[in-house]
């Protein structure tokens, strides 16, 4: 079975503090994502990566930013946290299928909930 | 861009009774995937099932089933037998084909509880 963990379930944090929230994957999948979750807005993406040290912007990145220096691991890195970016943060990851071009689905990490104060 | 739409933000059901919940989406685009997936309280986001846009046929896992009407940009999700442990959030998900990673663009969920 694939495993997506994430490095904390809970997490608080002072505004303007730097955050990191780490996610590992066991199953050599290529691509690994970043999502929020918000009452009433589902999961907005915010990064997702498709290979080491190569990213791109989601629907919401402003105020974050990340880092894939290994293929299994992914960060989430708040520069200077904010208490609008109270929520929960799930981790995903995939496998492509390029040459194929078959899209895997995506597994989740069981998600850290933070709490900017 | 993609939108996803839940209608339904709660929906409660009797165990062993069937219940449907909806999603619609909207899309230019002609090949892509749809799925549905699970999040029980405070629990792991889990895959329940997949469609494939070029696929006539429905997708089925054991008591859960689609709905796919691609013309309509419906996709909803029918559960049989509802059980105790079908009480979750489900959240309907879009994905585009692209020539990297693909990305999910959800709905904002369908809480469902399932009562005695």
């Known amino acids: 079975d694939v495993k997506v963990t994430q490095s904390s379930r809970y997490l608080v944090k002072r505004t303007g503090e730097k955050v990191f929230l780490e996610c590992v994957q066991d199953?050599?999948?290529?691509?690994m994502f970043w999502y929020r979750q918000d009452p009433g807005l589902g999961l907005r993406l915010i990064y997702f990566?498709?290979?080491?040290?190569?990213?791109e912007k989601g629907d919401i990145p402003e105020g974050y930013s990340v880092s894939r220096e290994k293929k299994e691991r992914f960060s989430l890195i708040l520069e200077s946290a904010s208490t609008n970016q109270t929520s929960m943060y799930l981790c995903?990851?995939?496998?492509?299928?390029?040459?194929?071009?078959?899209?895997?689905?995506?597994?989740f990490g069981p998600g850290t909930r933070l709490l900017v104060l | 861009a993609q939108t996803v739409t839940q209608s339904q933000p709660e929906m409660s059901v009797q165990e062993a009774e069937t219940v449907t919940l909806s999603c619609t989406y909207d899309?230019?685009?002609?090949?892509?995937?749809l799925f549905w997936y699970k999040q029980p309280p405070s629990r792991q986001m889990i895959l329940v099932i997949r469609?494939?846009?070029?696929?006539?046929q429905n997708a089925t896992e054991n008591r859960f089933s689609v709905n796919f009407q691609k013309a309509a940009k419906s996709f909803s999700l029918k559960i049989s037998d509802s059980q105790l442990g079908d009480t979750a959030m489900y959240f309907c998900?879009?994905?585009?084909?692209?020539?990297?990673?693909?990305?999910?663009?959800f709905g904002t969920g369908t809480r469902l509880q399932v009562t005695l």
């Open positions: 995903a990851s995939s496998l492509f299928k390029g040459v194929a071009g078959i899209q895997e689905t995506q597994y």
């Open positions: 199953m050599d999948h290529e691509n």
């Open positions: 990566s498709y290979d080491v040290k190569m990213k």
């Open positions: 899309t230019s685009e002609n090949n892509y995937y």
């Open positions: 469609q494939e846009a070029y696929k006539q």
């Open positions: 998900a879009f994905m585009k084909l692209t020539g990297t990673a693909s990305k999910l663009t």
